[in-house]
Nanobody, 126 residues
Framework: QVQLVESGGGLVQAGGSLRLSCAASGRTFTTYAMAWFRQAPEKEREFVAAIKWSGGITYYADSVKGRFTISRDNAKNTVYLQMNSLKPEDTGVYYC???????????????????WGQGTQVTVSS
């Protein structure tokens, strides 16, 4: 059974940092793109960042570019999201996701992803 488990969320003041982790189990995803999405209260889920299966290519939403960094450790089957200079508008539930197809390019659309974690709450106070 495939599981994606996010951790690292919490409450932080504006300007602070958090590092999210997403550990996959049940199968190996070393040849699959992985991504982070988020959903704020009463808003639709939105793309945050994605990374190629090899880690060599990354893709960010304009709203987080320059502040967030996605990375992965294939030996640990884990993807990370380093979030710096956090803003109140970054508040939401953060979800990690794994692409449906092996060797696919990292994509900003949720329909490209077939496995999802349960989410971790990030709250940024002003």
């Amino acid at each position: 059974q495939v599981q994606l488990v996010e951790s690292g969320g919490g409450l932080v003041q504006a300007g602070g940092s958090l590092r999210l982790s997403c550990a996959a189990s049940g199968r190996t995803f070393t040849t699959y793109a992985m991504a982070w999405f988020r959903q704020a209260p009463e808003k639709e889920r939105e793309f945050v960042a994605a990374i190629k299966w090899s880690g060599g290519i990354t893709y960010y939403a304009d709203s987080v570019k320059g502040r967030f960094t996605i990375s992965r450790d294939n030996a640990k089957n884990t993807v990370y999201l380093q979030m710096n200079s956090l803003k109140p508008e970054d508040t939401g539930v953060y979800y990690c996701a794994v692409a449906k197809r092996s060797f696919s390019a990292p994509a900003p659309t949720s329909s490209e992803y077939g496995y999802w974690g349960q989410g971790t709450q990030v709250t940024v106070s002003s």
